[in-house]
């Protein structure tokens, strides 16, 4: 029972660096979710996806990108990675049929900027 | 859109005793509400979830909260503290049939005195 796979858990970036931050359910749920956590901050959505081809910005979209080729995988593209972009991030999925289901989460990759 | 404000983002409560987390949330729709938990270094786990039906919503580990329409409330609530209780918690908000992204509170870190 895979559920939401995040990759990688741990990440050092310097400034000016691009990575992606892979995710990947199974579970055949139209919606994925990319959130942000900084502490005393909550999570903050960046980008999400109501399914293969359809992604949408958040509340904190500036400095990312997202793609959603299949229903399987959300992938979150940092493309010049400053400081501010420190942060825990975390994937999600849910299943939507005009009423979601509760969103399932990844355990989240934690990345430093420095 | 919709919004959720968790008050107090430390509460302390001693073992034994009576958890009360709050949580009102803003939504032009009628919405849908949930509480998560979150412990050190994971990802998120779904407590319970109000979806239309009954007002009193009954979750994991002896949690439950109740919709209140009229204070536009979602209180989280446990009749006696264990010390595996610390943790995080989260309260969000999803519009039925928009959307449906899910917002997050700012969250409320609990701790349980001896």
């Known amino acids: 029972n895979a559920g939401v796979t995040q990759t990688p858990k741990f990440r050092i970036l310097k400034i000016g660096q691009s990575m992606t931050l892979q995710c990947t359910q199974d579970?055949?749920?139209?919606?994925m979710y990319w959130y942000r956590q900084d502490p005393g901050m909550g999570l903050k959505l960046i980008y999400y996806?109501?399914?293969?081809?359809?992604?949408d910005k958040g509340e904190v979209p500036n400095g990312y990108n997202v793609s959603r080729s299949t229903t399987e995988d959300f992938p979150l593209r940092l493309e010049l990675a400053a400081p501010s972009q420190t942060s825990v991030y975390f994937c999600?999925?849910?299943?939507?049929?005009?009423?979601?289901?509760?969103?399932?989460f990844g355990q989240g990759t934690r990345l430093t900027v420095v | 859109a919709q919004s959720v404000t968790q008050l107090g983002s430390h509460v302390s409560v001693s073992e034994g005793a009576l958890v009360l987390l709050r949580c009102n949330y803003s939504?032009?729709?009628?919405?849908?509400l949930f509480w998560y938990v979150q412990y050190p270094n994971q990802g998120l786990q779904l407590l319970l979830k109000?979806?239309?039906?009954?007002?009193l919503v009954k979750g994991i580990n002896g949690f439950e909260a109740e919709f209140k329409k009229s204070e536009t409330s979602f209180h989280l609530t446990k009749p006696s503290a264990h010390m595996r209780d610390a943790a995080e918690y989260f309260c969000?908000?999803?519009?039925?049939?928009?959307?449906?992204?899910?917002?997050f509170g700012k969250g409320t870190r609990l701790h349980i005195l001896p």
């Open positions: 969000a908000v999803s519009e039925v049939n928009r959307d449906d992204k899910i917002i």
């Open positions: 996806s109501v399914g293969a081809g359809i992604t």
């Open positions: 999600a999925s849910s299943y939507s049929t005009g009423g979601i289901t509760e969103a399932f």
């Open positions: 109000y979806t239309s039906a009954a007002t």
């Open positions: 939504s032009s729709v009628p919405p849908y």
């Open positions: 579970m055949n749920h139209n919606y």
